[in-house]
């Protein structure tokens, strides 16, 4: 009988977790597992997975916003799913499904309970006090799954120190398939319509969240405004801070500098539009984006947060910067203008560590050892 694997993940908007899902979910089920995706909403990657003949089951009240009300109805949905599904596997994805997962796995008598924490939440800019319980509910997690899956070393190096969890930690790193990328003019006329041939091309894929510190992004185009350097910043996606963002680049007279595109199929596909990848967040696991700019051969402008140091080295495969600074993703921007060999020497660096550590082939494989180790 074929190895059933049950994927579960909270939203299916197309974010980095959701790549993750999709690549995984696609790749076993050519290899033959029976493969089936349970998850919160409407969104891309059900989409995406019908359009590759995966089964997807909804998971009803299942959202990111948490209420004591839904959380209870979700836990019963997925304790009558495993008890229906009869997986040998589940794979749980995000901090709010691997806690209700977790629990209502051992309840169901799962055989196996792996969780991916695509970045502790406990890393994101809260209160003391909710850091405390958030980090206590992730070890709660870790316990009750069978294994965790960091995808960064820094992740894992962040929970092993608590009890009962050193041995039951993995990392294994994020990786993406082969990409055919648009041209360069035919992306720009797709995101904006126009070239606009004598500005600086900036730009990234980011949710629309206050964790990608976009606002820092924005603030560092409004100095080079008053610097009289010709650039845009091109944001694709949506998310929860737009209006925010909007009355911030309306403030800074910004409106035909900074864009924000939304959402488009295929969205990777696109990168070759932009001169500079830019990556601002506060807080990441371990961003496909970067890889994606990598094998897009993009010189690369990011903070130090989570697992990026393991991809981008500073001043070697791209450019490290201060997060929620402004003057410092400004001052690296001109540097990269400035030095234009260093610019080409980064862009050659990061294409050949993706192509050579973050391949796909690899990730599934790993994975598929830790199911069944």
Do not use: C
């Amino acid at each position: 009988m074929k190895k059933k694997i049950l994927f579960v993940i909270t939203k299916s908007f197309w974010g980095g977790a959701q790549v993750y899902v999709y690549n995984l979910a696609v790749s076993l089920a050519e290899e033959g597992f029976d493969v089936v995706v349970a998850l919160g909403g409407e969104g891309d990657l059900k989409k995406k997975l019908k359009e590759k003949k995966i089964r997807v089951i909804t998971v009803p009240n299942l959202v990111r916003d948490v209420s004591i009300k839904n959380e209870f109805k979700v836990f019963l949905n997925l304790i009558k799913i495993f008890r229906k599904e009869k997986p040998d596997i589940v794979h749980l994805n995000s901090s709010k499904i691997g806690g209700l997962g977790s629990f209502a796995g051992r309840i169901a008598r799962v055989k196996k309970i792996v969780f991916t924490a695509h970045g502790w939440a406990f890393n994101e800019d809260r209160s003391w006090k909710q850091k405390f319980a958030i980090k206590f509910l992730s070890w709660v997690t870790v316990i009750f799954s069978h294994r965790t899956i960091t995808i960064a070393k820094k992740e894992r190096k962040q929970m092993i120190r608590y009890p009962f969890v050193s041995k039951k930690i993995f990392t294994i790193y994020n990786a993406i398939p082969f990409v055919d990328f648009i041209g360069k003019k035919e992306a720009r006329e797709k995101l904006l319509g126009e070239q606009k041939d004598d500005f600086l091309w900036i730009g990234t894929i980011a949710e629309l969240h206050k964790n990608k510190g976009l606002k820092y992004a924005i603030q560092a185009m409004d100095l080079l405004k008053q610097n009289g350097t010709n650039a845009v910043f091109v944001v694709i996606s949506e998310g929860e801070e737009k209006e925010k963002l909007e009355k911030l680049i309306k403030e800074k007279d910004l409106s035909d500098r900074v864009f924000l595109v939304g959402r488009y199929d295929n969205a990777v596909k696109l990168l070759k539009a932009f001169d500079i990848f830019l990556l601002p967040s506060i807080k990441e696991g371990f961003p496909y984006t970067l890889l994606e700019a990598g094998l897009a051969e993009l010189p690369v402008i990011t903070t130090g947060v989570g697992g990026i140091p393991e991809i981008i080295e500073n001043m070697k495969t791209g450019m490290i910067v201060r997060s929620k600074d402004p003057k410092d993703i400004y001052f690296a921007i001109l540097y990269l203008l400035a030095n234009i060999e260093k610019m080409e020497q980064f862009k050659k660096n990061l294409h050949k560590k993706v192509k050579e550590n973050f391949e796909l082939k690899r990730m599934v494989e790993e994975t598929k050892n830790l199911y069944f180790s």
